[in-house]
């Protein structure tokens, strides 16, 4: 097949958008075409989207894969299908992986709020079972210890689901008496729903 597939958890999300045409447009020059899926980050989907996927024989599959066990993977990647993920590594198998070191890059995020002068720091995100949500919050808490600072778990909503619930949950943290001064958001969308 000169097409690989590529699945994702949202194509609204700019992130992913962006990884797609990044994909594309390394795919390109090699004249291999993409197809690309999303699976909302529910495994059920992604298993469905990715049997799919191999079914129409791609010879690649780039995941970036929803919270869960995926190795449901491997007899497909012993029969010689390349696989890699991206963002998240792979639950249940051993594939090429391209990630950031979320616990670092939260613990500093969060070390310069606290140097900011900020003690009572909120942790905002959509779905806490998703590997870089996880990551984040452990250096969130991190940053926290550091510094001395006890975890306060009123300042800690790391499931909201979506941009609506984190602003009405953002809302109500900041109208309360002891409210944050600074907020961690977890993801880029729950960023901007704080942001809103």
């Known amino acids: 097949s000169a097409t690989v597939g590529l699945v994702i ?7 992913f958008a962006a990884l797609a045409a990044e994909v594309e447009a ?20 992604q298993r469905m989207l990715t049997r799919v996927l191999v079914e129409r024989r791609v010879a690649a599959l780039v995941v970036v894969s929803a919270p869960g066990d995926s190795s449901y993977l491997q007899l497909d990647i012993d029969h010689g299908l390349a ?17 950031i070191d979320n616990r670092i890059a939260a613990r500093v995020a969060v070390t310069e709020l606290v140097t900011a002068g900020h003690r009572r720091i909120a942790a905002i995100g959509f779905d806490a079972r998703v590997w870089t949500m996880s990551e984040r919050y ?53 960023g901007r729903a704080v942001i809103r």
Do not use: W
């Not at 958890?9 to 992130?15: I, K, R």
């Not at 390394?26 to 989907?45: E, F, N």
């Not at 926290?144 to 300042?155: E, K, N, P, Q, V």
């Open 138 to 190: 452990d250096g969130y808490r991190d940053a926290l210890a550091d510094a001395g600072i006890s975890l306060d778990a009123d300042l800690v909503a790391l499931s909201c689901g979506d941009a609506v619930q984190a602003e009405v949950t953002v809302t109500a943290m900041l109208q309360a008496s002891d409210g944050p001064t600074a907020v961690f958001a977890l993801h880029n969308r729950s």
């Open 83 to 99: 696989v890699g993920a991206v963002d998240r590594p792979l639950e249940g198998v051993s594939v090429d992986t391209v990630t």
């Open 9 to 15: 958890p949202t194509v609204s999300d700019p992130f």
């Open 26 to 45: 390394t795919l390109a020059p090699r004249k291999l075409g993409l197809i690309s899926a999303s699976h909302g980050d529910d495994m059920t989907r």
